[in-house]
Every structure is written in C-alpha cells, then in structure tokens.
C-alpha cells in the first residue's frame, strides 16, 4: 500500500508541469521582459499596473483572467 501511494506521488509530482498555467509561465516571462524594455513612462505604468493585477488574479486563482491581462501586457511590450 505504502509503495502505491509512493508512486500515485511521484506520478503526481511529474505531471505537475504539465498543468502549468499562465500564472506559472506566462508571468514570470512577462515580468523578466518588462525589466528588460526600455518603455515611455506612461507605457511602463501601465504595464507595471497590469503585471500587478495579473499576480492578485493568479493569487486568487483567475488564471483565465490573468492570461488575459498577460496577454495585454505583452502586447504592450511588443509595440
């Protein structure tokens, strides 16, 4: 019995990543990307606004709304 759950466990653990959503993903690229832009300052408020959102959203677990705001965010950075 121990052995089985062993294993549910590690099979578990290696999915994990799999299951990865915006939050774990997306996010931390859209922070490292926005240290990295040179942006006008109003552009990078805003940005900086955004960012900020999508963490309370992720933390309260909308990640269908923060991968839109990500979504935002990085289009921004892109211009």
Known sequence: MK???LVLGFLAALSA???AGP???ELPALKA????????????????DM???AEKLCAA????????VIS????MLAQ
């Open 3 to 5: 052995s089985a759950l």
């Open 17 to 19: 990543p799999a299951f």
């Open 23 to 25: 939050c774990d993903t």
């Open 33 to 48: 990307a926005f240290a990295a832009a040179t942006l006008q300052p109003d552009v990078k408020t805003q940005v900086q």
């Open 51 to 53: 960012v900020a959102q």
């Open 61 to 68: 677990g909308n990640e269908e709304e923060a991968a839109d």
């Open 72 to 75: 935002d965010a990085s289009s």
